[in-house]
């Protein structure tokens, strides 16, 4: 019978500290307080878990200094906790090389059954000159076994299988996909050309890059044949697959999500990948020159987002750049609401009392900053379309600086007046529009938040029943409208 031992893994590094020790892992850490003793014990403890003892051995033996009990108790808990130890057998005939070992037994959760996996697998590398040599020279290196296979366009592709890891690289820039086990033509072309066009990838790969990304390659399907945890997992938001980008100057890899699969259900995570600066259909929102008081104001390509918080100026600024026949939002309420907002837009109903908004602190607080701190010679004009559906207009004699319709006329103004504050903030000239159809992000809308305190944080929990009366009036009528995959995937829709 293959004996059993428990190893500290190679990769595990101690620091002694001023009160015990700091314990590095592959991806961990921890740091011990308990006395100096602490790092005596591991300097004794050590040297056996390097080379292996069985689990019923690293019992403390009986008549064991109750300290030293202690010490050597705590050290392998946080051993075990922090994934530091490994139980295994000897690795027997086929044993890889010693940097491969060393690798395995520092990442997998059973390293022996790891390496049986890669020596069973046969890997496919089909490509071009020196990224194709790069992912064979890779895989060699690991030991595996390697065939070449003609390639059809410029990518990059390792396969073991049914698994699949595209990759491409040119001149300045390169990447590779997540892996997939659903194949190559029916699940990645589509992506394939979308990040290659993305990034801009032309021309032939410098030997450095093509090195990177084909042994990166490598490294993706090594990973998954293996079971060990993908090179990205740890960088992951759990939400959409990451893949590599790399740029030769200067040299640097990094992770970013792609838009693929199922929306989050918190729109806010979609919204960095939607806007992720290497990847992303939509310009990262920057603040830059822009004036962040008394609005907060982003600019997404050309497009200006507005909002009371920086994280709502950068949603705005978003889709605002996002172009479409129908109006669109980070989630089906918002879409629908802006949509149901933009069809009542021309209604007409009773004037409403002044007294509705004008005794509002938040309202009044945006109309004297768009009238008084911007000196904008304004009026509103507020009417009750329907109970429970107010429509604000501000403009200047000349045209219509902002529209709203919300539940209250306080609302509506505050919304509306928000709005033409941002345009006249950044300089910007046209008809503006806000609406409280919008998500808050968690954090911006805490229990204790009053509406006096931290605006809008109330509005969005009258959107569904504001919803329901507009679309009550005479003539609103809307449809859903198709999207990309990829807009989809980051939970947008659209209304017309």
Same mark, same amino acid.
């Given at each position: 019978? &293959? ?14 500290? #001023? ?8 991806? #961990?850490?921890? &740091? ?34 109750? *300290? ?9 808990? =946080? ?52 990224? @194709? ?17 003609? +390639? ?61 990304? %084909?042994? #990166? *390659? ?17 960088? *992951? ?75 709502? !100026?950068?949603?705005?600024? +978003? ?6 026949? %129908? ?7 918002? !879409? ?46 507020? @009417?009750?379309? +329907? ?64 509406? =006096? ?10 959107? @569904?029943?504001?919803? =329901? ?19 989809? *995937? ?7």
């Amino acid at each position: 019978m &293959t004996r059993v031992l428990v190893r500290l893994r190679p990769v595990v590094q101690a620091t002694q500290t #001023s009160d015990g020790l700091h314990l590095r892992g592959w991806a #961990s850490s921890c &740091t011990l307080s308990g006395g100096s003793g602490l790092w005596k014990v591991w300097q004794r403890l050590a040297p056996q878990l390097e080379s292996g003892l069985p689990r019923a051995s690293l019992e403390v033996p009986e008549g064991t200094a109750p *300290a030293v009990r202690a010490a050597v108790t705590l050290i392998l808990e =946080q051993l075990w906790e922090h994934d530091m130890l490994v139980e295994m057998p000897s690795w027997g005939a086929d044993v890889p090389a010693p940097e491969v070992a060393a690798w395995l037994e520092s990442a997998a959760a059973e390293p022996v059954e790891a390496w049986r996996r890669l020596r069973g697998a046969v890997v496919v590398v089909a490509g071009h000159g020196a990224l @194709e040599d790069a992912a064979v020279r890779a895989a060699e290196a690991v030991g595996l076994a390697v065939e070449r296979s003609k +390639a059809g366009d410029r990518e990059l592709v390792v396969s073991a299988g049914d698994l699949v890891v595209v990759a491409g690289c040119g001149t300045d820039v390169g990447y590779v996909l997540p892996p997939t086990a659903e194949g190559f033509l029916s699940v990645n072309t589509e992506v394939t050309m979308r990040t290659a066009a993305r990034l801009g990838v032309t021309g032939e790969p410098p030997e450095v890059l093509a090195a990177l990304i %084909g042994s #990166s *390659a490598v490294h993706r399907v090594v990973c998954a044949l293996a079971g060990l945890p993908d090179p990205a997992s740890e960088l *992951a938001t759990g939400t959409y697959p990451m893949a590599l980008v790399a740029h030769a100057d200067p040299l640097s890899a990094t992770y970013h999500p792609l838009l693929q699969g199922a929306p989050p259900s918190d729109p806010w995570r979609a919204l960095e990948a939607l806007t992720d600066h290497e990847l992303g259909p939509v310009d990262t929102p920057v603040f830059g020159p822009l004036p962040q008081v008394p609005a907060n104001l982003a600019t997404s390509g050309d497009a200006l987002g507005i909002g009371t918080t920086a994280d709502s !100026a950068r949603l705005n600024a +978003a889709l605002n750049a996002l172009k479409s026949d %129908g109006v669109i939002g980070i989630d089906e309420t918002h !879409a629908r609401g802006a949509a149901l907002r933009l069809a009542a837009r021309h209604h007409r109903g009773e004037p409403a009392d002044a007294h509705e908004w004008t005794s509002d602190p938040t309202a009044h607080r945006w109309w004297k900053a768009l009238t008084s701190r911007f000196g904008i010679p304004a009026v509103v004009r507020t @009417e009750r379309l +329907a109970p429970g559906i107010h429509k604000a207009e501000i403009s200047n004699g000349q045209r219509v600086l902002a529209w709203a319709v919300e539940a209250t006329a306080a609302d509506a103004v505050a919304f509306a007046a928000l709005a033409a504050t941002g345009y006249a903030q950044a300089g910007r000239t046209g008809t503006a529009h806000l609406n409280g159809a919008a998500p808050l992000k968690p954090a911006d809308h805490p229990d204790w938040v009053t509406r =006096q305190w931290h605006w809008p944080a109330d509005v969005r929990d009258r959107e @569904e029943r504001l919803q =329901q009366a507009i679309a009550m009036l005479p003539g609103v009528r809307i449809r859903a409208l198709r999207l990309d995959p990829e807009l989809r *995937a980051a939970g947008l829709r659209a209304y017309r």
